[in-house]
């Protein structure tokens, strides 16, 4: 592997790899080794990248997304810092403004891990916890512009919303930029003003969603007005015919409340 020279406010290295396995698999065993809180791991193509959904493959074409896992180090997992996938999400939305202003109040984040423009996925975030180490992996799409099969119409990037091309060496500095507003909002005390700043992008907020709870085959669908995100995350929905909201903490939340097809 070779060490990216890059700002990382973490202060620890950001390590690169054409192609491996999956970042979040090096990145458990840079923990193993020791490796330093804040300690990055990137890579130009995955063999076997994956969602938070296992069944669920990440699909990125070599030097056209940004794939990367960040290991953060806490003393036990109660340390670990509340809704962190959405904080991440915000932090991620933030950075993709950063790194492309013509789209600013395009970008939103939906719950639990996922990041839209407009319409469409872009980007894909997996938290995973080992004991205190907290490994966040986030994939971009930055420069793929044609997407294949069930995607075409539900996955998008960074390139084809700004309506430019991006050059492969342009993935660090939005690496840079999204490391940037990962410390500021999980290190910083600007980072306990998160659930605030989300909720003004929050994907659908006051709008009627469909919303299946648990397991995505669970059946138990729910039909309402998505109202918000509570303290630690959940998903606040006020069904049909209700006037108090229902959080949730696990589930799917689908596109529209007609809709049978869900994001993925």
């Given at each position: 592997?070779?060490?990216?020279?890059?700002?990382?406010p973490f202060?620890?290295?950001?390590?690169h790899e054409?192609?491996?396995?999956?970042?979040?698999?090096?990145?458990?065993s840079l923990?193993?080794?020791g490796a330093a809180h804040?300690?990055?791991?990137t890579?130009?193509?995955?063999?076997?990248?994956r969602?938070?959904?296992?069944?669920?493959?990440?699909e990125?074409e070599?030097?056209?997304?940004l794939?990367?896992?960040?290991?953060?180090r806490?003393?036990d997992?109660q340390?670990?810092?509340a809704?962190v996938?959405l904080?991440?999400?915000l932090a991620?939305?933030l950075?993709?403004?950063?790194f492309?202003?013509?789209?600013l109040?395009t970008?939103?984040v939906?719950w639990?891990n996922?990041?839209?423009?407009?319409?469409?996925?872009a980007?894909?975030?997996?938290?995973?916890a080992?004991?205190?180490n907290l490994?966040i992996g986030?994939?971009?799409?930055?420069?793929?512009?044609?997407?294949?099969?069930?995607?075409?119409?539900k996955?998008?990037?960074?390139?084809a919303?700004?309506g430019?091309?991006?050059?492969?060496?342009?993935?660090?500095?939005?690496?840079?930029?999204t490391l940037?507003?990962?410390?500021?909002?999980?290190?910083?005390?600007k980072?306990?003003?998160?659930k605030?700043?989300?909720?003004k992008?929050?994907?659908?907020?006051?709008?009627?969603?469909?919303?299946i709870?648990?397991?995505?085959?669970?059946g138990k669908?729910?039909?309402?007005?998505?109202s918000?995100i509570?303290?630690?995350?959940?998903?606040?929905i006020?069904?049909?015919?209700e006037?108090?909201a229902?959080?949730?903490i696990?589930?799917?939340l689908?596109t529209?409340?007609n809709n049978?097809?869900?994001?993925?």
């Open positions: 592997m070779t060490i990216l020279k890059i700002h990382n202060n620890a290295p950001v390590y054409e192609i491996l396995s999956s970042t979040m698999e090096i990145s458990r923990a193993a080794e804040g300690t990055v791991i890579a130009d193509f995955q063999t076997t990248g969602g938070r959904i296992r069944s669920r493959v990440w990125a070599e030097e056209k997304g794939l990367f896992t960040i290991m953060l806490y003393p997992i340390n670990i810092p809704a996938t904080r991440t999400g991620v939305a950075a993709i403004e950063d492309a202003p013509s789209l109040g970008v939103t939906k639990p996922d990041i839209m423009i407009g319409s469409k996925k980007v894909g975030i997996l938290c995973e080992d004991g205190g490994h986030i994939g971009i799409n930055v420069a793929q512009k044609d997407f294949s099969g069930v995607l075409k119409e996955a998008g990037s960074i390139a919303a700004a430019r091309d991006i050059a492969p060496a342009d993935r660090f500095l939005l690496l840079e930029k940037a507003r990962l410390y500021t909002e999980l290190e910083t005390e980072g306990k003003t998160w605030s700043r989300l909720e992008r929050l994907y659908k907020k006051g709008e009627q969603v469909a919303f709870e648990g397991a995505a085959d669970s669908k729910i039909t309402g007005c998505l918000g509570g303290e630690g995350g959940e998903l606040l006020v069904p049909d015919g006037t108090q229902l959080s949730f696990t589930g799917e689908m529209g409340y049978k097809n869900m994001l993925h």
